[in-house]
């Protein structure tokens, strides 16, 4: 048992066929594993041009990728996005602060949590605006919860796309249990609505630790059950340990961030570096390896699901007591017994849903770290209820530029493996 | 807590000398017409349309910023309220670029004013490939050209589209949605 790799890589290696690669990147050394020998010199006078979708069921979405081939190996890759473009970063000019949280929630689908929770915080340091204890640990465990599903989303999805489509049932199946506790305290499995500029829209429901504790189980049992199927897999391996390597100096100038920059071996995430919420009170590890390939970044996944499973343990255990929201007016309506009771309390619900509040004149912005990376919010406020400018620095956008360092010089086959791991959601690239 | 008067006027003299951010006090130094603004506690610079990529590359070469997050773009046609520090002179369009030191564990906002009849401004791709796609959408969103750039073509909107939708004077409704049974374009 001293080396499962090492017996492993002799087992395979049977009918001189099946080589296996080696773990690190460095020396990672293409073979053909099928007739031995080098990879050959491209022939770049003779090339293909071919698109890889927009309606490829491998690149999540309607993501359009124009490869440049000779035969099987890729020369180039261009990534050719907009066809999920909905202005949305216009909708958010025409809407006010109060309808913000509902349309930024729409961008990235996968962790719309995150989205909620980067424009809700941009408007309170507009408004220069506290947010009460509880509503910061809420957010916080919602965001995890959130990291959770997206996690597990990118679990399956990535399976799949590499051919262990079993993974996609495994990988579901936690996700489904994730996304029924977020429906059973935010009130929808997606596009929740649910952390708004100061606080968030209701309290924790009865019985909400027993039911979030049973989660974690389930998930941690789910995460082991990966593990056991994929990691020491040797298909597995043999598809994505030292596909689509990036070092860290392409990473930083390409504006990778989360986990592509992570796999290179640079522990940089926000949520250490720069604390929000209550991250600098609860105890977490960073998760980053040193290979930069894909491999990698399926690992970092898989353990950051078990570190957000830590936080949203601790969110349990300490979930403050007090308000779930602000008990600023100018934010936040009356309560509803109020407004049964209250001529003034009526109108002033009626004004803050029909008007919005006002937001003090000037420019900010504000960056968390989504299960992608730094997704940001550039808010630009003239003092009326709707922001002249709301731009939301999609981390999957700036990911997927990252392909340009990858793709080349592999094959045609590991560009799907390539695209799958750097997981982008195209309601966030195209906005 | 000091009382309400004390951080206002230590925030009108912020204005006149950034001292609480070592970076934006350099940048100042160096570069002439940079004024340092703090927004909510956020260090700004607003910097020259001419000095723009001098700034970019004298920040990650001289002070370790080590990546360009994001490059976007306002357009102030019809802001209520607009807030020039004093000493920049407005113009239609500001040019903003987010950048993050890893090592220092600091950020720094550097803003550039663009007049509506140049609408131009230097590339930030040479120092920084990641601002490739951030560019391409200040361009086809706002018509903002990058001096520079590769590819500076449109990557949101498709490519005979006619117009710039971000800009405020870009009429949203133009295209008519033709639902059936819908009375009439708004």
């Known amino acids: 048992m001293s080396d499962p790799e090492g017996r492993r890589l002799e087992a395979q290696t049977d009918e001189g066929a099946q080589q296996l690669r080696p773990l690190s990147a460095e020396g990672v050394h293409r073979e053909l594993v099928m007739t031995g020998g080098e990879w050959p010199e491209p022939d770049l006078d003779d090339t293909m041009i071919i698109n890889m979708g927009p309606q490829h069921p491998s690149t999540h979405g309607v993501l359009r990728i124009m490869m440049e081939l000779d035969s099987e190996m890729v020369v180039r890759a261009k990534p050719v996005i907009g066809y999920l473009h909905t202005g949305m970063e216009k909708t958010g000019e025409e809407l006010t602060y109060v309808q913000g949280a509902t349309n930024v929630t729409r961008m990235d689908y996968a962790s719309p949590l995150s989205n ?245 004149p000037g420019e900010t912005y504000v960056a968390v770290e989504s299960p992608r990376g730094e997704i940001g919010c550039y808010l630009v406020s003239d003092g009326t209820a709707k922001p002249v400018r709301l731009h939301i620095r999609g981390p999957s956008f700036y990911n997927l530029q990252s392909m340009d360092a990858m793709v080349p010089g592999g094959m045609f086959a590991d560009a799907v493996a390539i695209v799958s791991s750097i997981d982008p959601i195209m309601g966030e690239v195209d906005r | ?67 360009c997050l994001d490059v976007t773009a306002v357009d102030h046609l019809v802001d209520e309220a607009r807030i020039v520090p004093a000493g920049v002179e407005a113009e239609r369009y500001e040019v903003v670029a987010n950048f993050l030191s890893h090592p220092r564990n600091r950020r720094i906002r550097v803003i550039t004013e663009v007049p509506t009849d140049d609408p131009a401004v230097a590339s930030l791709t040479d120092l920084s490939p990641g601002a490739s796609f951030a560019e391409r959408e200040v361009y086809d969103l706002f018509g903002i050209t990058f001096a520079g750039h590769p590819d500076l073509t449109r990557i949101l909107m498709p490519d005979d589209w006619v117009g710039f939708p971000l800009r405020k004077d870009d009429a949203p409704a133009r295209v008519p949605v033709t639902f059936k049974g819908d009375p009439s374009p708004r």
Not at chain 1, 124 to 144: F, G
Not at chain 1, 193 to 206: H, K, T, Y
Not at chain 1, 275 to 294: C, K, M, Q, R, W
Not at chain 2, 10 to 16: C, N, T
């Open chain 1, 116 to 360: 909620e929770l980067v424009f809700s915080m941009a408007v309170e340091r507009l408004l220069d605006i506290d947010v009460p204890r509880r509503a910061t640990w809420i957010r916080m465990l919602l965001v995890e919860l959130n990291r959770i599903s997206s996690h597990l989303l990118f679990q399956a999805t990535n399976g799949m796309d590499l051919g262990a489509v079993s993974m996609m049932i495994y990988g579901w199946r936690e996700r489904e249990l994730t996304l029924r506790l977020l429906e059973s305290i935010t009130g929808l499995r997606m596009n929740h609505n649910f952390i708004r500029p100061g606080g968030v829209a209701a309290d924790l429901p009865d019985g909400w630790q027993r039911d979030t504790l049973d989660l974690c189980d389930a998930v941690e049992r789910g995460v082991g059950e990966y593990d056991t199927l994929l990691t020491q897999n040797p298909i597995w391996r043999e598809r994505t340990v030292g596909v689509g390597v990036i070092t860290t100096d392409e990473a930083l100038a390409l504006g990778a961030t989360g986990p592509i920059l992570r796999s290179t071996g640079f522990a940089w995430d926000l949520r250490r570096a720069q604390p929000y919420l209550a991250y600098d009170d609860v105890e977490f590890d960073v998760i980053y390896t040193a290979n930069g390939d894909v491999f990698d970044r399926y690992q970092i996944r898989l353990y950051e699901i078990l570190e957000s499973v830590r936080i949203v343990r601790q969110c349990v255990d300490r979930m403050p007591a007090g308000d779930y929201r602000t008990q600023d007016r100018k934010v936040t309506p009356p309560p509803r017994a109020r407004i049964d009771e209250s001529m003034e309390a009526l109108i002033h619900h009626f004004k803050l849903f029909t008007e919005g509040f006002r937001v003090p």
């Open chain 2, 1 to 67: 807590m000091p009382d309400d008067d004390t951080t206002d006027a230590a925030r009108e003299e912020d204005h006149e000398v950034p001292v609480d951010d070592e970076v934006g006090a350099a940048l100042v130094e160096r570069f002439d017409g940079a004024v340092f603004v703090s927004s909510h506690g956020q260090p700004v610079v607003y910097v020259p349309r001419d000095a723009w990529h001098d700034v970019a590359a004298w920040l990650q070469g001289e002070q370790q910023f080590t990546q």
